[in-house]
């Protein structure tokens, strides 16, 4: 029996590496003869990085950067030198879960410190960039990425605005003269975790600002400074990128990588399991085992478990799902290339035990989905 291990991390308890770990420990216990695949797995946001290491024969560097308050950080990438491929995750430099509850501020927080992983990027010798995103801190439209690429936002007087989505405000000019030249070769592909367009309602600071502190009011003014700004890119690119799906992942650097970068948007999941070859794996699988911190209707829209199934289903593969919860409306799950789908609480435990026994209770409900496996097999 071959069975492919594919989850993403189960927010705030494992990473997807430690999770394909404890997923591949339950089974081995009833099926010590299975061949199993550790495939973990991301969908742009936090963790990408490392599923895309982990899968691919790249090595792991670090630069120093700037985090999304300014201050001083080191942040991993990943340089793939046979390809000249580099791998950008813009949650290692920007990301949220790297700030403390109280310093979170979709007004002021700044991607300048992606900017520099992609100059690092670019001095290693770069041709091609994947860029992932998701799981931001940030709401400035990639407006501090432009600035370290040497991009220029002025304000009416000549001075640089200061970091932040709200400061685009005051954008008076925008000069992309200086952007590095070395950009004009680079391939991007950017993987998106979300497919939201850049503003109004559904757009970047609406649905994802108030997790980054905004405030209604922060969110409104965040929202227009953020469509000034790509009045300005327009102006000046001759096309508009706005309503692009994925421009306002990442608080709007999905329209940055596309606009400023020339990059294609895909769903973060569908780009990473194409690096990682998955269909390869899938060919000649039994089962795939993924899972997520909660399913839920929202899972529908091109997260984890989704996109592994609708892909696994092509190749008549089930896909089973471990998931921490199941929120509302997972059932609609089974209509989108989902076999069966359990949570992991052996009763009616508080979360912060959920969370604490997360690798424990995903090898104990691996061990009963190889049991059943077992019997089936037999029948
Ligand atoms: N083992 C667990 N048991 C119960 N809840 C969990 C467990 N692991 C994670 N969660 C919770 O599930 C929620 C969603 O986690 P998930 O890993 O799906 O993150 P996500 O994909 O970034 O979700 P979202 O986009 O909804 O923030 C989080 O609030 C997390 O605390
Ligand atoms: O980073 C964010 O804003 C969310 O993960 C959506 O992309």
Known sequence: MKIVIAPDSYKDALSARDAAAAIAAGIERELPDAILHQC????????????????TSAERRTAS??????????AAWGWHEASRTAFVEL?????????????RTALDSTTFGVGQLIVAALDAGA????????????NDAGAGMLAALGGRLLDSRGNPLPPGGAALAELATLDLDGLDPRLASLTVQTA??????LLGPRGASAVFGPQKGATEAD?????????????HAARILGEDFRELPGAGAAGGMGFAARAFL?????????????????????????????????????????????????????????TIVLAGRLGDQWQASFDHGITAAFALADGPITLDEALARCGELLADRARTLARLWRVGSQG
């Open 40 to 55: 973990p797995m991301g969908d742009g946001g936090e963790g990408t990085l490392d599923a895309l290491l982990a899968a």
């Open 65 to 74: 950067v700037q985090d999304a308050l300014g201050r001083e950080a080191t």
């Open 91 to 103: 949650a290692e430099a920007s990301g949220l879960q790297q700030l403390k509850r109280d310093e």
């Open 127 to 138: 041709e091609s960039l994947v860029l992932t995103l998701g799981g931001s801190a940030t």
């Open 192 to 197: 998106v975790d979300v497919d939201n367009p």
């Open 219 to 231: 969110v409104e003014r965040l929202d227009q400074a953020l469509s000034h700004f790509a009045d």
């Open 262 to 318: 020339g990059a294609t948007l895909r769903p973060g999941i569908e780009l990473v399991m194409d690096q990682v070859d998955f269909d390869t794996l899938l060919a000649d699988a039994d089962w795939v085992i993924t899972g997520e911190g909660q399913l839920d209707g929202q899972s529908l829209s091109g997260k984890t478990p989704i996109g592994i199934a609708r892909r696994a289903e092509r190749f008549g593969v089930p």
